[in-house]
C-alpha cells in the first residue's frame, strides 16, 4: 500500500497556529502591515515569486518614502513575516544587506536631545511639587533606569521596594523579554530622591482597583486613574519647556533613556556598565545612546594632551635677555596648564 504525503488537516492547522506566534505579540499589528503592503505591492506589479530582484525592487520603491532609519526595521519586519507566513529566508540575500547599508552612507538619525545634571537639579529645585510632583517622581525612575515610556507605564507598585535607604526597582516583561533592576539612592542630586517619590507614593488613594504605581496628579492629589504611556512621552518637552530650552519638542520619549546612558558614560561608566544598565545587547545600540556633549570632548583633549603640561628640558638660546625662552621668534612658557577646546559638530 502506497504511502501518501500530504500532512493531515489537523497538523498543519497546529503548525500554522504555531507560525503565528513566532512574530513578537506586543508588535504584531506593526508586522502584519508590513507584510500586506509587500503583498499589496506583488499584486500591483504582477509578481508571485520572491527573489533576491523582487525584494531590492520593494525596499528601492519604499526608500522614497521611508527614511533609511525607518527601511531598515521595515526590511526586518519583512524578513520574519515572510519566514512565517511563506517559509522564505530573503536574509541570504546579499546585495539587498548591501543596498541597506550604501543608502544608510551619511545618513544621521534625528534623536532626542537630553538634559543635564545641571537641568535635573534646576527643575528638581523650581518646579513647584504642587503642579509637578509626578513629573520629578517619573524623571527620578526614568534617569535612575534608563526607561521606556513603556516601561514606567508598566510600573505597579509591587515592582518597588523601599528599605528606607535605597529603593529597588524591578522592570517586569522589557522589550528584551528580561527583568531589569535598577536602585534609587538618596544622594547624588541637590533633591533627595527617595523624598520626592515618598511624597508622591504617600497620595495614592486608599482603594484603588489597579496596582500601576503612576496615577493622574492634579494641585497637590492623586487620582486613580493611571497614566497612560502616551503621557510619559510627552514629559521630557514638558521639563524642557519649563526650563526655557531651546527647541522643547527636540526633547522626545527616549530623552529619559538617553540621559541616564549619556550620565553614566560622563560619570565614569564602561560600555559594559552602560549596556547592562539600559539593558542594550549591542554595544552598537547602546554607544548610540550616550550623546556626544562638549564636555566630554574636553575631557578627552585633556587625556591626549595630558592635562598638565610642564616643560623639564631647559631651552638655550643666543638672546637670554627674555625672562622666557625665545627661539626663533617663539616663547616657550614653562610649567603652564593647557585647555583645549575642541568645536566639532555633532
Same mark, same amino acid.
Given at each position: 500500500?502506497?504511502?501518501?504525503?500530504?500532512?493531515?488537516?489537523?497538523?498543519?492547522?497546529?503548525?500554522?497556529?504555531?507560525?503565528?506566534?513566532?512574530?513578537?505579540?506586543?508588535?504584531?499589528?506593526?508586522?502584519?502591515?508590513?507584510?500586506?503592503?509587500?503583498?499589496?505591492?506583488?499584486?500591483?506589479?504582477?509578481?508571485?515569486?520572491?527573489?533576491?530582484?523582487?525584494?531590492?525592487?520593494?525596499?528601492?520603491?519604499?526608500?522614497?518614502?521611508?527614511?533609511?532609519?525607518?527601511?531598515?526595521?521595515?526590511?526586518?519586519?519583512l524578513k520574519s513575516s515572510?519566514? =512565517?507566513?511563506? !517559509?522564505?529566508?530573503?536574509?541570504?540575500?546579499?546585495?539587498?544587506? *548591501? /543596498? @541597506? &547599508?550604501?543608502?544608510?552612507?551619511?545618513?544621521?538619525?534625528?534623536?532626542?536631545?537630553?538634559?543635564?545634571?545641571?537641568?535635573?537639579?534646576?527643575?528638581?529645585?523650581?518646579?513647584?511639587?504642587?503642579?509637578?510632583?509626578?513629573?520629578?517622581?517619573?524623571?527620578?525612575?526614568?534617569?535612575?533606569?534608563?526607561?521606556?515610556?513603556?516601561?514606567?507605564?508598566?510600573?505597579?507598585?509591587?515592582?518597588?521596594?523601599?528599605?528606607?535607604?535605597?529603593?529597588?526597582?524591578?522592570?517586569?516583561?522589557?522589550?528584551?523579554?528580561?527583568?531589569?533592576?535598577?536602585?534609587?539612592?538618596?544622594?547624588?542630586?541637590?533633591?533627595?530622591?527617595?523624598?520626592?517619590?515618598?511624597?508622591?507614593?504617600?497620595?495614592?488613594p486608599v482603594n484603588t482597583?489597579?496596582?500601576?504605581?503612576?496615577?493622574?496628579?492634579?494641585?497637590?492629589?492623586?487620582?486613580?486613574?493611571? =497614566?497612560?504611556? !502616551?503621557?510619559?512621552?510627552?514629559?521630557?518637552?514638558?521639563?524642557? *519647556? /519649563? @526650563? &526655557?530650552?531651546?527647541?522643547?519638542?527636540?526633547?522626545?520619549?527616549?530623552?529619559?533613556?538617553?540621559?541616564?546612558?549619556?550620565?553614566?558614560?560622563?560619570?565614569?561608566?564602561?560600555?559594559?556598565?552602560?549596556?547592562?544598565?539600559?539593558?542594550?545587547?549591542?554595544?552598537?545600540?547602546?554607544?548610540?545612546?550616550?550623546?556626544?556633549?562638549?564636555?566630554?570632548?574636553?575631557?578627552?583633549?585633556?587625556?591626549?594632551?595630558?592635562?598638565?603640561?610642564?616643560?623639564?628640558?631647559?631651552?638655550?638660546?643666543?638672546?637670554?635677555?627674555?625672562?622666557?625662552?625665545?627661539?626663533?621668534?617663539?616663547?616657550?612658557?614653562?610649567?603652564?596648564?593647557?585647555?583645549?577646546?575642541?568645536?566639532?559638530?555633532?
Amino acid at each position: 500500500m502506497e504511502k501518501s504525503n500530504e500532512v493531515p488537516e489537523n497538523i498543519l492547522k497546529k503548525a500554522n497556529l504555531l507560525r503565528e506566534k513566532l512574530l513578537p505579540v506586543k508588535s504584531k499589528a506593526a508586522y502584519e502591515k508590513v507584510y500586506a503592503s509587500f503583498c499589496y505591492w506583488r499584486e500591483n506589479n504582477k509578481v508571485s515569486a520572491v527573489t533576491e530582484e523582487v525584494i531590492l525592487a520593494y525596499l528601492d520603491e519604499k526608500q522614497e518614502t521611508l527614511s533609511p532609519a525607518s527601511l531598515w526595521p521595515h526590511y526586518s519586519m519583512l524578513k520574519s513575516s515572510l519566514k =512565517v507566513k511563506e !517559509n522564505l529566508c530573503i536574509e541570504k540575500f546579499c546585495s539587498v544587506t *548591501a /543596498y @541597506l &547599508k550604501q543608502i544608510n552612507v551619511g545618513h544621521h538619525a534625528k534623536k532626542s536631545k537630553v538634559l543635564s545634571r545641571e537641568h535635573i537639579e534646576k527643575f528638581f529645585l523650581e518646579a513647584a511639587d504642587e503642579t509637578y510632583l509626578f513629573v520629578k517622581a517619573a524623571l527620578i525612575f526614568g534617569i535612575a533606569g534608563a526607561c521606556r515610556r513603556k516601561e514606567l507605564c508598566d510600573l505597579t507598585v509591587n515592582d518597588i521596594q523601599d528599605t528606607g535607604e535605597v529603593l529597588i526597582v524591578t522592570l517586569r516583561d522589557t522589550k528584551t523579554h528580561l527583568d531589569r533592576k535598577f536602585t534609587i539612592i538618596g544622594e547624588g542630586f541637590v533633591v533627595n530622591p527617595l523624598t520626592i517619590y515618598r511624597k508622591y507614593a504617600s497620595l495614592r488613594p486608599v482603594n484603588t482597583s489597579h496596582d500601576r504605581f503612576f496615577l493622574f496628579y492634579n494641585i497637590g492629589k492623586c487620582t486613580r486613574q493611571p =497614566v497612560g504611556i !502616551n503621557t510619559f512621552g510627552q514629559l521630557p518637552s514638558k521639563i524642557a *519647556a /519649563y @526650563l &526655557k530650552l531651546e527647541d522643547p519638542k527636540t526633547y522626545t520619549g527616549h530623552c529619559f533613556r538617553r540621559s541616564s546612558a549619556t550620565l553614566l558614560a560622563a560619570g565614569g561608566g564602561d560600555l559594559v556598565s552602560v549596556k547592562r544598565h539600559g539593558g542594550w545587547r549591542s554595544s552598537t545600540v547602546a554607544e548610540g545612546y550616550i550623546e556626544d556633549c562638549e564636555e566630554e570632548r574636553i575631557k578627552i583633549a585633556r587625556k591626549v594632551f595630558g592635562g598638565t603640561t610642564t616643560t623639564t628640558t631647559e631651552l638655550s638660546t643666543s638672546d637670554t635677555s627674555s625672562s622666557s625662552s625665545l627661539t626663533n621668534g617663539v616663547q616657550y612658557f614653562h610649567k603652564c596648564e593647557f585647555h583645549f577646546h575642541t568645536n566639532e559638530k555633532n
